[in-house]
């Protein structure tokens, strides 16, 4: 079964700061992974998509990486602004079925 | 070009009652995805349904939950005889069904059992 965990579970930065959010795949055998922001009360933002045979996926301040081998992947953002606070969530996807990590709230303190 | 439409946004229900939740999906996607989070808990697959049919429903609660995606009009999500711990946000997630695409959430709507 495939377990999916975010690390940390919260974060707190200054503003300007350059950050990394982890999450990490029990198995290996995914067709995509894909990042997404909450705010809350409302749904999934989708960040970056990146598929399986590809390493890495970028977007503005946001870089993905992926690596199937160890079953990690990593969201880096850039130069943080309040504005990217926020639940991030990984969902890694199998067969059309998603399988969400249960997210990072970040804080980006002005 | 409107997005994934959710409605209601929030429901209140009595313990017992129906609670009938609805998602249009985005223009030109024929797949639709139900989603439960509980309150401190990760988004938990549902059932996957395309047009008239239902692909996966192996998230989807033996007793009490249904899931339709009829020919014309919004895919629904029905709970009978609800109880507390129903209480969650239900989101709604749709694609065009290819592999390399993105599926694109709702806001959800937000369950709350009396």
């Known amino acids: 079964k495939q377990e999916v965990t975010q690390i940390p579970a919260a974060l707190s930065v200054p503003e300007g700061e350059n950050l990394v959010l982890n999450c990490s795949f029990t198995d290996s055998a995914i067709y995509n992974l894909q990042w997404f922001r909450q705010d809350p009360g409302k749904g999934l933002t989708s960040l970056l998509l990146i598929q399986s045979s590809q390493r890495e996926q970028t977007s503005g301040r946001l870089n993905a990486s992926l690596d199937k081998s160890s079953g990690r992947s990593t969201l880096y953002i850039a130069a943080s602004q309040p504005g990217d606070s926020a639940t991030y969530l990984c969902?890694?996807?199998?067969?059309?079925?998603?399988?969400f990590g249960t997210g990072t709230s970040l804080t980006v303190i002005p | 070009n409107a997005g994934v439409m959710q409605n209601p946004r929030h429901l209140v229900r009595r313990r017992g009652q129906e609670a009938r939740l609805r998602c249009s999906p985005m223009k030109g996607h024929s797949h639709v995805y139900w989603y439960r989070q509980l309150p401190e808990e990760g988004l938990k697959f549902m059932v996957y349904l395309q047009k008239e049919n239902i692909i996966d429903e192996s998230g989807m609660p033996k007793e009490r939950f249904s899931a339709e995606f009829p020919k014309e009009g919004p895919s629904i999500l029905r709970i009978q005889q609800v109880v507390r711990g129903d209480s969650a946000a239900y989101f709604c997630?749709?694609?065009?069904?290819?592999?390399?695409?993105?599926?694109?959430f709702g806001d959800g709507t937000r369950l709350s059992i009396l």
């Open positions: 997630a749709s694609s065009t069904g290819q592999e390399n695409q993105p599926q694109h």
């Open positions: 969902a890694v996807i199998r067969s059309n079925q998603f399988y």
